[in-house]
């Protein structure tokens, strides 16, 4: 039992070569995440109230593919969307298509506490922002040169693949080992047993105009019951197809299985190299898994254990590491 | 096992006194769907195109919350939505936000097959429809229908009572013509080679925020298929969503070894009263019916040769027992 908290900030084909520069400003923001984090749980502060500031911490980061730093689509503008879920009452908020909205995330808070609507999307929801006075900003301030770059890389390698007959997920990952993909999400159960999950991100590299991925997609990227909260990253559609966050309560449901296990199942049953999760259950129970390259991950429990790491062979934990790889 | 097809036009409050001149046109529609959907079966056609072609035998059909004849957000504007799912492949394809496509179903079936994407909305999927080979271009005003403009009118009205009154949106007691204020509709098939499909279409919930998508396009919550059975659900969509519906069923039946009518059941039981409809079928060709409201709009046929349609419990016109279930 007590408290714990997951975080995540990818997963995907992150190089092991991928040089400092881009790994220690990444693993900085997650540890300050698990101090904002553990500092609001220690305070009593609800899960909900937890989730929603790690991941805003994460979306202001500009090194992570949410908020500001978010991945461009197609046409090179910015598509973030988000979603929250509360595990006791199953309320949750989800937001899609925002290009002015600084978080997202609590933008989902709001309409799950403020509306009897789940999901708003583009125009309706930049316009209930507004209504609403959360904080916007010209959509240039979410666009960042790196992703600038990345976009370029993207379209290069598309014209690539179209001369040699591949499908667009057959691209090779750009070698500075920044995915085309990404998010970020937190999950934390509370010392009264409250658990809750979040997940923001600005989608997929090159995206279509309009696509929608997994993390608002309540059952796929997002979801938290009475049992466990679990935020998944990695290719949406996968995710979406089949149901992961969704799955791991069904697994310990159905089943009976501790949270370990069921996420382990999930995760083997997905096709190699889609997906990473992080979750905690309503007895404090936590697990990081994936079976791609890496995941940005970090946890801490109320009983002392901490881990922040990318791969297998770099984590940084006191006591055994709650991280799966399959 | 064989062939088997279900078809629903919505769960929700539909009255038992509404009147012959609103039931009948819909009632028709079913009956035409199983005709249309089961010479399909018989003709080998696979799953995924009968769910398709009996969705948009109800998107055209103004007398259902689909295509023309879809219900209005507060701003008086249409925003379509759609999913298809195969259960063998578990491909999908979902759109949302649309105010121009003919046929929302057809539009998410090219999502599925011509993208490497599963979902779609607003300008970027009115953009790709234009994108296709044979689009026909339509103005916002032919999914107009007058019955939808006044329900427009109806809910702002009786919104407007409850501000007063301080009821919540959801306590708004349902117009009593019969026409809810939510609706759905849905096809589930699975084919003579044991395939699977679901496909669910909606104009949303009448008189909401603009923007706002309900249950119809998230996988695992009004649609869903896979190796086990194929699901598509109607009624409250927020309950849908939050609920995960469509993906239960099909869990429950995978883990805790329940036939489709049991899990089905099981489901339905464990949601709010009332909120939920959802018709179903296995790979095995079990079909099911069920929901918690007071009617659903559904039909229903087996190669078995039971065939079923209607609205309430007592209005049953079946050969054979019912495969319809009320909680």
Not at 57 to 69: I, K, T, Y
Not at 133 to 158: C, M
Not at 263 to 287: K, Q, Y
């Amino acid at each position: 039992m007590g408290w714990a908290l997951a975080v995540q900030g990818a997963a995907g084909a992150i190089s092991p070569s991928l040089p400092p520069e881009l790994r220690e400003p990444r693993l900085a923001t997650l540890r300050r995440c698990l101090d904002l984090g553990a500092a609001a749980l220690r305070a009593g502060r609800h899960a909900l109230d937890v989730v929603e500031l790690v991941v805003r911490e994460l979306e202001n980061c500009p090194h992570f593919n949410a908020g500001r730093g978010s991945v461009l689509t197609a046409d090179g503008t910015v598509e973030m969307e988000a979603s929250i879920m509360e595990g006791r009452t199953l309320r949750c908020g989800a937001v899609v298509g925002l290009s002015t909205v600084v978080n997202p995330i609590s933008l989902a808070r709001v309409l799950m506490e403020k509306t009897p609507v789940i999901y708003l999307a583009f125009d309706g929801a930049e316009a209930f922002a507004r209504d609403q006075g959360v904080e916007t900003k010209h959509p240039s301030y979410f666009i960042t040169q790196d992703n600038i770059e990345r976009l370029r890389q993207e379209k290069e390698a598309n014209k690539l693949q179209s001369t040699k007959g591949q499908s667009p997920q057959e691209i090779p990952s750009p070698t500075d080992g920044n995915s085309r993909i990404g998010t970020v999400g937190c999950v934390a159960v509370d010392a009264a047993g409250n658990l809750a999950s979040a997940t923001s991100t600005g989608g997929h590299a090159n995206k279509m105009a309009g696509r929608i991925g997994d993390t608002p997609i309540v059952g796929a990227g997002t979801y938290a019951n009475a049992l466990c909260a679990v935020s998944t990253t990695g290719m949406g559609e996968d995710i979406i197809r089949y149901t992961v966050a969704r799955d791991v309560a069904a697994v310990m449901e159905h089943r009976g299985l501790p949270l370990r296990d069921a996420a382990v199942r999930v995760v083997a049953g997905m096709p190699r190299d889609t997906v990473g999760l992080v979750a905690v259950s309503a007895t404090g129970e936590v697990c990081m898994a994936y079976n791609t390259i890496g995941m940005f991950r970090a946890c801490a429990t109320e009983a002392g254990h901490t881990e922040v790491g990318i791969w297998t062979d770099d984590v940084d934990a006191n006591g055994e590491s709650v991280s799966i790889r399959l």
